[in-house]
């Protein structure tokens, strides 16, 4: 067994709120914020992809960190957006991170050339979810396809072992599709609460425990210095 961290996001992080310093930064802010925390990787939302392409690409390159979608498309040739998926090597096992958004029909930006839109995420993020069967021990799927859309893809490819879900705003802790399916979790809220899945994997890549809870961020968990510094920074701009 190894012990090892990853730290994701399920999308709709970079702007939601109006008159917040993520929208007033069109999401520089929190893309500093995440790096700050150390995140491995983000899906894509319907939030992020608001911003147009001009601007999330801005925001992607700052990111110290992957931005994952495998099935949004620049609307006029097909192209990927953003990165599919990433591979890492962890405690002696690879593990493959796949990003899915919800679908979503062509949306353009003011003064953008290109419209993106988000294909229906089953059916085309599948090759890719395949793809790193055959190159990792361990698959996880970011989601913001929403609940009824996770189990969907619980149910399409039971090989997968975690899918970290967003969107619907329901918190649940890990629980298996079926009695061998994949784990579904959906645990955070605009950073009110954290939640945390705990996955016991053996030698050969197969998930032998799990647990989760729910770490809540209330006025007893005490400011980071240098993150309040950041937001200082930007509030005071």
Known sequence: LFRSLLVLDSGNALIGKTASLGDKTQGKLIIEAMNMIGYDAMVLGERELSLGPTILRQ???????????????????????????????????????????????????????????????????????????????????????????????AAAVPTI?????????????????????????????????????DLKIDPAGKVVRFSGRLEALGEEVPDDPEMRALLNKYANQ
Not at 126 to 145: F, G, R, T
Not at 174 to 180: E, F, I, L
Request: charged share 15%; net charge negative; proline share 6%.
């Open 161 to 197: 072992d975690l899918i970290v879900g967003g969107r619907d705003r329901v918190l649940h802790h890990p629980t298996r599709h079926n009695d061998s399916g994949p784990l579904i979790t959906q645990v955070s809220i605009e950073g009110q609460v954290i939640g945390v899945a």
């Open 59 to 153: 925001r992607m390159r700052e990111a110290a960190f992957p931005l994952l979608s495998a099935n949004v498309v620049i609307s006029a040739t097909g192209e990927l957006f953003a990165q599919p998926y990433v591979i890492r090597e962890m405690g002696g096992h690879t593990v493959a991170i796949v990003g899915l958004t919800e679908p979503l029909s062509p949306i353009r930006v003011a003064g953008e050339s290109e419209a993106l839109l988000a294909r229906e995420p089953i059916q085309f993020g599948m090759p890719y979810v395949q793809e790193v069967a055959q190159k990792a021990d361990i698959v996880i799927v970011l989601s913001h396809m929403g609940t009824a859309l996770d189990q969907q893809l």
